[in-house]
């Protein structure tokens, strides 16, 4: 199972993107598998970036992929904060803010072990496999 990060949805969405066509490659096929998991939070990064790229009316028909129960969604909850600040102590330095900690303390919950995102910020984290469809 991939957790999918929002840059990638947002390349993905965006045909107007010189990254489109290549995630377009690699997420296409993750999704018929259903071998995709994805936040609340990055729901929500990438809903907020469709309608203010794409506008209201694209943005909200492009947003509806993450409502047809193809995904595995995974909730951050006040629970997850005691995880999030541990994370965060260990990882801030390499560049990662809040949002990008929280799909880690998901992904742990989660026992998912492989992102694809095209931050690679994330690589300097030692437990976890990144997978940049941009670069394949």
């Known amino acids: 199972m991939y957790?999918?990060?929002?840059?990638?949805?947002?390349?993905?969405?965006?045909?107007?993107?010189?990254?489109?066509?290549?995630?377009?490659?690699?997420l296409d096929p993750q999704?018929?598998?259903?071998?995709?998991?994805?936040s609340t939070i990055i729901i929500v990064e990438v809903a907020h970036y469709l309608f203010k790229r794409l506008?209201?009316?694209?943005?909200?028909?492009k947003s509806n992929i993450f409502q047809l129960g193809q995904f595995e969604t995974l909730e951050f909850t006040s629970r997850d904060l005691d995880e999030l600040l541990a994370i965060m102590k260990r990882v801030s330095h390499f560049g990662l803010g809040g949002r990008d900690v929280t799909i880690l303390v998901c992904m742990k919950k989660a026992?998912?072990?492989?992102?694809?995102?095209?931050?690679?910020?994330?690589?300097?984290?030692?437990?976890i496999e990144v997978i940049d469809p941009v670069v394949l």
């Open 3 to 26: 957790m999918v990060d929002s840059n990638i949805w947002a390349y993905y969405f965006d045909v107007n993107l010189p990254e489109h066509k290549s995630v377009v490659s690699f």
């Open 31 to 38: 999704i018929n598998s259903g071998n995709i998991a994805v």
């Open 55 to 61: 506008g209201s009316i694209e943005g909200f028909e």
């Open 111 to 127: 026992g998912i072990t492989q992102l694809v995102t095209h931050d690679q910020a994330f690589s300097r984290i030692k437990d």
